[in-house]
């Protein structure tokens, strides 16, 4: 049994907030996003947060070292694009094997530090396995609803790339999230369970799906239940939603998952919803009043935040979720 499965049962567990929410706090420029190695890059660089692993690696050092500081048991590797299918807007596939170990060791560097110094409160690193920028399930183009911008064959091939460079890199727990297609996740797991046979090893599987808006479905049309379905087949650590919504708007669907599934169940919801700017209004203490709910009704076991969240958000969370005791698992489900 793995550390983490261990720490679960006994209370619940704190993710961290936004990698980008922090990185754009810096400001950084094109050159800083090329840094010495990519000066003379024949394409502009500037957005590819994941390069900063390489880059700027003591800045997203600095970031899990907040989130940590504040009270996270777990932090994600800055690997949210980290496929080829997600690299090839910078024409940058060669480096994904790279990008990916760099941000595997770079967080867990900064994990075991906070671990030694405080064995009774080990800490984690999920290796981040984003959506990409391509679906599946649905066409790009209207006008041929039969065409597919990507096969399930691709991404396979591109995810077991990325899961092979994580658990090489340390990652503790491998995390498929921002599920806004179930069919690319499920090349994920696949890719996932690809390596683990080869590897014969038994790494934690984390998942977490995006309800896209007040129908309750994900993008790519699946309810809760669905999308539950969908991708049970596998044995995971735990199965969850973030993004898209804020943490008052994703209780319901919360409690509907947890009602449902066998799997120990996660969230990490935006800041509340974007303003008409695109930024983030709700304060920590706003959200950490929605969260308490969760806690209430006793439906979460592992909680963070995701995109305009930054370490003061963790903070609140980490501080209210040691009154409570994590959801149970129940030992029979149906449904």
Do not use: W
Request: net charge negative.
């Amino acid at each position: 049994m793995s550390d983490i499965h261990k720490e679960i049962q006994k209370r619940i567990l704190v993710l961290d907030g936004a990698m980008g929410t922090m990185l754009q706090r810096h400001n950084f420029s094109e050159e800083d996003f090329r840094g010495e190695r990519f000066k003379d890059f024949h394409l502009p660089l500037k957005g590819n947060n994941d390069l900063l692993s390489i880059t700027q690696p003591n800045a997203v050092k600095d970031v899990h070292r907040q989130y940590f500081e504040a009270g996270a048991d777990i932090v994600e590797t800055n690997t949210f694009s980290g496929t080829t299918i997600a690299m090839a807007d910078y024409q940058m596939e060669d480096l994904v094997y790279e990008l990916n170990y760099q941000s595997a060791k770079i967080a867990k560097e900064v994990a075991d530090e906070f671990t030694f110094a405080n064995p009774e409160k080990p800490r984690f690193v999920a290796g981040s396995i984003g959506p990409t920028n391509r679906t599946a399930s649905l066409s790009p183009d209207v006008n041929r609803p039969e065409y597919r911008a990507v096969s399930f064959d691709e991404l396979r091939i591109a995810y077991k790339q990325q899961v092979e460079a994580l658990i090489d890199g340390g990652v503790d727990v491998l995390f498929v999230e921002t599920i806004f297609d179930t069919l690319n996740a499920k090349a994920a797991l696949f890719a996932i369970e690809e390596v683990k046979d080869e590897r014969e090893l038994d790494i934690p599987v984390m998942v977490s799906g995006t309800i896209t808006d007040a129908s309750g479905r994900t993008l790519s049309g699946q309810t809760v239940e669905a999308f539950l379905i969908s991708v049970s087949h596998i044995d995971l650590l735990s199965v969850g939603f973030n993004c898209a919504l804020g943490a008052e708007q994703i209780q319901p669907y919360l409690k509907r998952l947890s009602r449902e599934t066998k799997f120990y169940t996660s969230a990490h919801p935006n800041a509340g919803l974007p303003n008409a700017f695109g930024e983030y209004d709700q304060t920590p203490e706003e959200m950490r009043d929605f969260i308490r709910n969760y806690l209430e009704e006793g439906i979460i076991n592992i909680i963070g935040g995701c995109c305009g969240t930054d370490p003061s958000y963790i903070k609140e969370i980490a501080d209210i979720v040691k009154e409570y005791k994590p959801r149970q698992l129940e030992t029979e489900v149906y449904g």
